[in-house]
């Protein structure tokens, strides 16, 4: 079999019940590098018998696993459309909004709040995106809609404005999502996996993904993801007829990207990395029908918190005092942004490990950012 491989994805309407996968859920391209790692536990039976020779081992838990990789590009109308690797992104754990811009009159008592409820009478419609003293306003809706002429009311600001048009399309958001997959208003995350490989195919059910994105100057994003879930099938199964809707895109470079922390623009940007653990372990249950045993994959972010790393120029305390910051546990704001359409927002960061080093004649500041937050919103990536 040559090895020409394929990822489809499958969002599950109840997680860890696999779907029934086709031509339509290979969204976009998966690299060379890429590998399936379906694993099962060994069972030593440990029988004694009449000679030291060996006894046949059993088998327990099956589990799926699968190294996967894309690079980072916007839909194809990406006002409207969702990035084509929007389920591995939202198999991390990442929760997708789709946003509205309606343009606003002058902002009284203002400004909106970012994360804030937005009203209209005594209904909620939306929550805020970005601190906002002038119109437009983006949000992602709730409940309803706003019309042309409505009152907003901020919840917690008190901000009132009034809208001068219907709301349009904004895009899409992600940041980061809670959820006990049991029943709760955001239990859309696991997805039934296929990785296929010239003519065979491995599946997995109830499956999540821990992502982590690499920057690096001139190239593209790439966004890598490590997959967990039951093994639940495989067997053989010819590639997909695929016609990939986002080959027209070419993935934007990290160039321009106009990152800054606390107020700071940094010099000397080559390797950035954004890192989301969430610590994926099986939820193994006797009591379920499956023979593997399994539920589906769970996760666990306490205590692991997102990260990003980089190593810009070293400059005097004058420009910027990278150690005295370090020791003073402050917080503070970052961007940065991806060609024109993705921005990434982290607005409570911290130091947590400011080293010493060079590179060539040129002497670098390696950096530890922790994402921190109050309502999982450590971090938002936006797509316009």
């Not at 079999?1 to 860890?16: D, K, V």
């Not at 009152?151 to 980061?176: H, K, L, M, Q």
Request: net charge negative.
């Amino acid at each position: 079999m040559r090895n020409i491989i394929q990822l489809a994805l499958a969002q599950e309407a109840t997680p860890g019940t696999a779907e029934t996968l086709n031509s339509g859920d290979v969204a976009f391209r998966i690299r060379d590098e890429d590998a399936p790692s379906p694993t099962a536990d060994t069972i030593d039976l440990q029988e004694s018998q009449q000679s030291s020779s060996a006894r046949p081992v059993g088998i327990g838990v099956h589990r799926f696993a699968a190294s996967v990789s894309a690079n980072l590009r916007p839909g194809a109308t990406p006002l409207t459309t969702a990035p084509s690797i929007d389920l591995l992104l939202r198999m991390g754990m990442l929760q997708r909004h789709a946003l509205k811009s309606v343009a606003i009159g002058s902002v009284t008592g203002g400004p909106f709040v970012n994360g804030e409820v937005i009203t209209v009478g005594a209904a909620s419609r939306g929550i805020v995106f970005r601190n906002t003293a002038a119109g437009p306003l983006r949000y992602w809706v709730t409940s309803g809609a706003i019309a042309n002429l409505d009152t907003i009311v901020g919840e917690t600001s008190g901000a009132s404005a009034d809208a001068t048009a219907d709301p349009t399309d904004a895009g899409f958001v992600y940041r980061p999502s809670d959820s006990d997959f049991e029943g709760g208003s955001d239990t859309k995350h696991h997805c039934t996996v296929e990785f296929l490989k010239g003519g065979f195919y491995w599946q997995g059910r109830g499956t999540l993904g821990q992502l982590q994105m690499q920057f690096r100057n001139g190239q593209p994003v790439l966004v890598r993801s490590e997959l967990l879930g039951a093994w639940s099938a495989q067997g053989d199964k010819a590639l997909y007829s695929v016609a990939y809707g986002d080959d027209a895109i070419t993935p934007p470079r990290w160039v321009n990207a106009q990152m800054s922390f606390d107020g700071y623009t940094p010099r000397d940007l080559v390797d950035f990395n954004l890192s989301m653990p969430i610590n994926l372990e099986l939820r193994e249950d006797a009591n379920h029908a499956a023979a593997q045993g399994v539920r589906y994959a769970d996760y666990q972010r306490v205590g692991s918190p997102p990260t990003v790393t980089f190593a810009p120029a070293l400059v005097g305390t004058a420009t910027y005092d990278f150690y005295t910051q370090f020791k003073g546990e402050a917080t503070f704001a970052a961007t940065w942004k991806l060609g024109s359409r993705f921005t990434f927002y982290a607005d409570e960061c911290q130091f947590v490990d400011v080293g010493a080093d060079n590179r060539r004649q040129l002497a670098v500041v390696p950096l530890t950012l922790r994402l921190c937050g109050t309502n999982n919103d450590e971090f938002y990536i936006l797509c316009e």
